[in-house]
């Protein structure tokens, strides 16, 4: 992959976090980047998620764990930008 477009995509996707928690610290841009990948794979392969959640139920517990915490933040983020 070309450094630039790695560049230029990495940009895409803090603003991608911001937009969705409120912020764009380097831990969340990994959590909102795994989440988005997971929940991808989840919608088109969904007997891969299952097979992966089967093999790894501890990973499995812990992309739950990220997905609520991403869901917490997106909410929080809403509620703070309506007022």
Do not use: C
């Not at 969904?46 to 990973?59: C, G, Q, R, T």
């Not at 517990?61 to 917490?72: G, R, S, V």
């Amino acid at each position: 992959m070309e450094k630039m477009f790695a560049d230029q995509f990495e940009a895409l996707l803090e603003k991608y976090s911001e937009l969705l928690v409120g912020e764009a610290s380097d831990e969340t841009n990994e959590k909102v980047k795994a989440w988005a990948l997971y929940s991808h794979i989840a919608k088109s392969m969904p007997a891969l998620i299952n097979h992966w959640s089967a093999l790894y139920p501890e990973a499995r517990e812990e992309m739950k764990h990220m997905i609520h915490e991403i869901k917490q933040l997106n909410e929080q983020h809403r509620k703070s930008a309506q007022k």
